[in-house]
């Protein structure tokens, strides 16, 4: 079936620091990708909608200009945490639609430290 | 989206069927159920969906009530390897748009 990969699946970086983190579409192209985060307990939230060729759309709360996110092909999208800080410490989550749109796959996450 | 009311958590012992139920009552004609399991540290995985009629894949079966408010998802042999949270969605199918994601059912499955 479709995969989803993403890449680091887990990194720690200092304060003040960037870091990118790449969702890719193994076997399948996808226009649109979705971004989220999820912290110990909680449940994921969309940070962003990633669209190919044009703007992501961030959701309300979400700092366009600390997360930037760069949809460079039909299989790749990039989130890059600027100057990230320890309260950007979670876990990153990446999801395409499936080609018929029916359902949607996930990325195994990456999991992000600063300290 | 219409919301659904799941319980904050399930034990099943190992080798017994878990049945999952999730309320929608706000669901509206053209809008499907989903259900995903998140296993700790992972990414989200993909169970099964239904629109009215009850189906059944080789990881679980859905069972959609006739008035389609309520549904229950049924791992027919729970395994260790099945504890998760169970998160059940409803949404239209075809959308384009992100799945909204409430707090599910933690799923703990003992020997």
């Known amino acids: 079936g479709a995969v989803v990969s993403q890449h680091p699946s887990r990194v720690i970086c200092k304060s003040g620091t960037s870091v990118k983190i790449e969702c890719r579409s193994l076997d399948f192209q996808a226009t649109t990708m979705f971004w989220y985060r999820q912290f110990p307990k909680q449940s994921l939230m969309l940070m962003a909608t990633s669209n190919e060729g044009s703007k992501a759309t961030y959701e309300q709360g979400v700092e366009k200009d600390k997360f930037l996110i760069n949809h460079a092909s039909l299989t790749l999208s990039t989130l890059t945490v600027t100057s990230a800080h320890p309260e950007d410490s979670s876990f990153y989550i990446c999801s395409a639609p499936s080609p018929g749109q029916e359902t949607q796959y996930f990325g195994p996450g990456t999991r992000l430290l600063v300290l | ?111």
């Open chain 2, 1 to 111: 989206d219409a919301k659904t009311t799941q319980p904050p958590s399930m034990d099943c012992a190992e080798g017994r069927a878990a049945n999952l139920p999730c309320n929608h009552s706000t669901i509206s004609g053209n809008e499907y159920v989903y259900w995903y399991r998140q296993i700790h540290s992972q990414g989200p995985q993909y169970i099964i969906h239904g629109l009215k009629n009850n189906e059944t894949n080789e990881m679980a079966s859905l069972i959609i009530t006739e008035d389609r408010k309520s549904s229950t998802l049924i791992l027919p042999h729970a395994t260790l390897r099945d504890t998760a949270v169970y998160y059940c969605i409803v949404r239209w199918v075809g959308s384009q748009g992100n799945l909204i994601f409430g707090k599910g059912t933690k799923l703990s499955v003992k020997p």
